[in-house]
């Protein structure tokens, strides 16, 4: 079982460029997240779907794009490149019960570095 | 204003002692749960305990166990016996309201356990 899966693990982008940022479930959830951890902070959240087609702003959406076309994945797009998004990116799942004790499952994190 | 405050940044254990990592947490909800995860070096995060804000007991999951002292707005982590693989960080999460909703996290504690 792998569970979430990103890739690519490290990417340098120059400033004006665009990325994806891919994650994976195959775990079957419908809940998935995308965070960015900036150094010594905690994880902010980006964007989150409660389930293919269903898409929501977290706190620091500006810059990104979301898109979940199907149950299992869900990336992340970078459409300008800005040296303040040079952070570590995780992806995370969590099941579709509607339940407060239900925890998420992280992907081993992207980083992002823009020059 | 902080939702989650973490406000040891970091933190020294000798090996085989017990050690408490502080979280304090804000909301006017009734209904929440706190989360505890750990990121190693490697850096995955991975779900350590779960305290719900109806939960009667303290959470213990093994070496874990959460001090939660609701009156104060507190859900300290007590990690018993540390061990050399403990030294990571550790972040303090919450969720709001009655279902699956997007975790906030805290700026983290960096446990460094000696041998």
């Known amino acids: 079982n792998a569970g979430v899966t990103q890739t690519p693990k490290f990417r340098i982008l120059k400033i004006g460029q665009s990325m994806t940022l891919q994650c994976a479930q195959d775990m079957n959830h419908n809940y998935m997240y995308w965070y960015r951890q900036d150094p010594g902070m905690g994880l902010k959240l980006i964007y989150y779907s409660v389930g293919a087609g269903i898409t929501d702003k977290g706190e620091v959406p500006n810059g990104y794009n979301v898109s979940r076309s199907t149950t299992e994945d869900f990336p992340l797009r970078l459409e300008l490149a800005a040296p303040s998004q040079t952070s570590v990116y995780f992806c995370a799942s969590s099941t579709h019960r509607d339940r407060l004790q239900e925890t998420q499952y992280f992907g081993p994190g992207t980083r992002l570095l823009v020059l | 204003a902080q939702k989650i405050t973490q406000t040891q940044p970091g933190m020294f254990v000798q090996e085989k002692e017990a050690v408490t990592l502080d979280c304090t947490y804000d909301?006017?909800?009734?209904?929440?749960?706190l989360f505890w995860y750990k990121q190693p070096s490697s850096g995955e995060m991975i779900f350590l305990i779960y305290q719900g804000s109806y939960d009667q007991q303290n959470a213990t999951e093994g070496r874990y166990s959460l001090n939660f002292q609701k009156a104060r707005k507190s859900a300290n982590l007590v990690i018993s016996a540390s061990q050399l693989g403990d030294s990571a960080m550790y972040f303090c999460a919450m969720r709001e309201g009655t279902g699956n909703t997007p975790l906030v996290f805290g700026k983290g504690t960096r446990l460094s356990v000696i041998a």
């Open positions: 909301t006017s909800d009734p209904s929440y749960g």
